[in-house]
């Protein structure tokens, strides 16, 4: 399958990478259909997609005939059977538990048309561990975008040893459609390329703050103002989700056994008050105010 043979994609999981990633999927052109099993989610993601688009228009980044078009190409359902019927590309952005995507991938592999690319944007959970989950274990791999996804351009397409060229290559050309800016791993690794030096520094900057060293505040000012950082890594965690930093650190730990991979006391207490960081409007920063 050649990457010009990708029109229809499907993005399972409307939460913030979710709708994200359609939004820059319909601007690139492809019909795109979003699922998620939460109504309340699904509608949030569309009233999104219906304030970012005139935002643009009226910041002179897009025409009206532009969003209105990127617009018309994206729509949102509850039924994964109606999102990826068609699918000729397939992005998974769901919750980081390796059982639920196992689940969510047989059934893709179901529904979807034998042609269809399966792809996790998981960022630590490799598709090697997926992928016998399906019968097209050559067709599914990791391609994983950066939160906000409407922004960052980098994305990692990982090539495991079961993922064949024709797949890897296509979906290198449906990232560079996208405007975005790919790389390859040529292996699996835990972490990919990106988060394993961002996790050098989170994990530093959790020890500082629960040794009672500095406030997260301070830390971050430390890493903006001398390392030239965009944000600092607790800002950051805000942004991705706290709780995403706990699964993450919960299934690694549960994997290997090693307890360097067990979730930071501060992350287990944000965790268990829902402080998730912006998506529940507070974390390490209060977003409520």
């Not at 309340?40 to 078009?69: H, I």
């Not at 939160?147 to 980098?154: D, E, F, G, Y």
């Not at 994997?255 to 829902?274: L, R």
């Amino acid at each position: 399958m050649a990457a010009i043979d990708v029109k229809n994609v499907c993005v399972v999981g409307a939460g913030n990478m979710g709708h994200q990633i359609s939004l820059s999927a319909a601007l690139a052109g492809f019909k795109v259909t979003c699922t998620d099993i939460s109504k309340e989610t699904l509608q949030k993601a569309e009233e999104f997609c219906d304030s970012y688009l005139p935002g643009r228009v009226a910041k002179g980044k897009l025409s009206e005939e532009e969003a209105k078009a990127a617009r018309e190409r994206l729509t949102f359902t509850e039924s994964l059977a109606e999102a990826a019927r068609d699918a000729d590309f397939v992005i998974e952005a769901a919750v980081e538990k390796l059982e639920l995507k196992r689940k969510i991938f047989a059934d893709l592999d179901r529904i979807c048309p034998k042609h269809a690319i399966l792809a996790t944007n998981s960022s630590y959970i490799v598709s090697s561990k997926i992928c016998d989950a399906t019968e097209r274990p050559e067709k599914v791999c990791n391609v994983h975008f950066f939160n906000p996804a409407l922004v960052m351009k980098l994305v990692e397409v990982v090539k495991g040893a079961h993922v064949s060229d024709e797949t890897v290559e296509t979906a290198v050309a449906v990232c560079e459609k996208m405007n975005k800016v790919p790389v390859v791993l040529q292996k699996e690794i835990w972490g990919f390329l990106v988060n394993r030096i961002v996790s050098a520094i989170k994990n530093e900057a959790l020890y500082l703050h629960d040794m009672g060293v500095a406030t997260p505040e301070d830390i971050d000012t430390a890493v903006v103002h001398a390392l030239g950082h965009p944000m600092g890594p607790f800002r950051l965690l805000d942004l991705t989700g706290i709780d995403l930093s706990y699964y993450v650190g919960t299934e690694r730990y549960q994997e290997t056994g090693d307890p360097k991979y067990k979730p930071s006391p501060i992350i287990v207490e944000k965790y268990v008050k829902k402080e998730w960081g912006r998506k529940t409007g507070k974390g390490f920063y209060n977003y409520c105010k």
